[in-house]
C-alpha cells in the first residue's frame, strides 16, 4: 500500500520560496502521475501542478503558479518528488496535499481523482 508523506510547510515571507517534498513508502513513485492540490480555509481543495511518470515527464500547472512553482523528480530517489514554490504570496497560503495516481494516470489526477492523497503539510505566506 503505497503511503504518501509530505514535508517543507511552513511560513514564508510574500516574495519568498520553500520547497515542499512528497515521499512514498510501499512503493516507488516512477510509474505514478504525482500532484501536489492545495486548500485554503473556506475554499475548495484545488490543483496546483502534476507530472507525469518518469518516463513520460509531462508538467501541468494551475494558472496561478504557471511561472512560480515548479514540480520535479528526485532524480536519485524514485520515491520522492518536490514543489518549488518561488515568489509566494499571500494567497498561495493552504494546505498542501500531494497525490498520486497509479499507472501513470496524469489526467485522471488532474481532474481531482488520484488513487492517493498525502496527510497534507500547511504553507502559510505573510504579507
Known amino acids: 500500500q503505497v503511503q504518501l508523506v509530505e514535508s517543507g510547510g511552513g511560513l514564508a515571507q510574500f516574495g519568498g520560496s520553500l520547497r515542499l517534498s512528497c515521499a512514498a513508502s510501499?512503493?516507488?513513485?516512477?510509474?505514478?502521475?504525482v500532484g501536489w492540490f492545495r486548500q485554503a480555509p473556506g475554499k475548495e481543495r484545488e490543483r496546483v501542478s502534476a507530472?507525469?511518470?518518469?518516463?513520460?515527464?509531462?508538467?501541468?500547472y494551475e494558472d496561478s503558479v504557471q511561472g512560480r512553482f515548479t514540480i520535479s523528480r528526485d532524480k536519485d530517489k524514485k520515491n520522492t518528488v518536490y514543489l518549488e514554490m518561488n515568489r509566494l504570496k499571500p494567497e498561495d497560503t493552504a494546505v498542501y496535499y500531494c497525490?498520486?495516481?497509479?499507472?501513470?494516470?496524469?489526467?485522471?489526477?488532474?481532474?481531482?481523482?488520484?488513487?492517493?492523497w498525502g496527510q497534507g503539510t500547511q504553507v502559510t505566506v505573510s504579507s
Open positions: 497525490a498520486a495516481a497509479r499507472g501513470g494516470a496524469l489526467l485522471r489526477l488532474w481532474r481531482g481523482q488520484p488513487t492517493h
Open positions: 510501499g512503493s516507488t513513485l516512477d510509474t505514478y502521475a
Open positions: 507530472i507525469a511518470s518518469s518516463q513520460d515527464g509531462t508538467t501541468y
